[in-house]
Structure formats: C-alpha cells, structure tokens
C-alpha cells in the first residue's frame, strides 16, 4: 500500500501564491506518475497537473502559466505552487500517485484550498 498524504492548503488572497506539498509513503520503489487534482463544490475531480518519473509535466490549460509541478523522487514529494491564484481556483486539492509495479494508483485524503478577499 502507498499512502500519499497532502499539506500547505488554506485560505489565499486573489493574486496570492500558495505551496501545496504532498509526501508518499509506504511501498513507493515504483512511482512513475504524480499529479494533483482538484474537486470544487458540484463539480467533477478535474486534473490540474502531473509530473513523470522523467520530468515531464503536463497542465491543465487553466493553470498554465500560473501553477509549477515539481518532484523530488528521492523524498517521494511531488509540490504544486500556486501562483497568481483566483477564486474560481477554490477546491479541494488532491495527490495522486501512480505506481507502475502495481499498476495502479493511490490518492490522498484532500487539502481545502480556498481564494477569497
């Protein structure tokens, strides 16, 4: 079993930035793909972005230019950085792993994000 487990949600300010951080543990020698995704109220769990074992990323178009994936595979991390955020950006942030032994993949409990004056 894997277990990712996310960080650094919270209430943000339109225009601000926010770190979100999400650390997998537990049987993790064959992560290939991280990602987040998010769920706003009433609406379906969307992909915002994801990285490859190789780097490779890919955005939704909504975030690009805004929001930066990144991964440190030694610590099994993978950080979303939340730039120039908006309201509409307001969801509950989810990590995502895939493993490519199992083939399948692990999701996390959730972190609210929310972005409001």
């Known amino acids: 079993q894997v277990q990712p487990v996310e960080s650094g949600g919270g209430l943000v300010q339109p225009g601000g930035l926010l770190r979100l951080s999400c650390v997998a543990s537990g049987s993790t020698f064959s992560i290939s793909l991280m990602g987040w995704y998010r769920q706003a109220p009433g609406k379906q769990r969307e992909l915002v972005a994801r990285v490859g074992s190789g780097g490779t990323t890919n955005y939704a178009d909504s975030v690009k230019g805004r929001f930066t994936i990144s991964r440190d595979s030694a610590k099994n991390t993978v950080y979303l950085d939340l730039n120039n955020v908006r309201p509409e950006d307001t969801a509950v942030y989810y990590c995502?792993?895939?493993?490519?032994?199992?083939?399948?993949?692990?999701w996390g409990q959730g972190t609210q994000v929310t972005v409001s004056s």
């Open positions: 995502n792993v895939f493993l490519s032994a199992w083939g399948r993949d692990f």
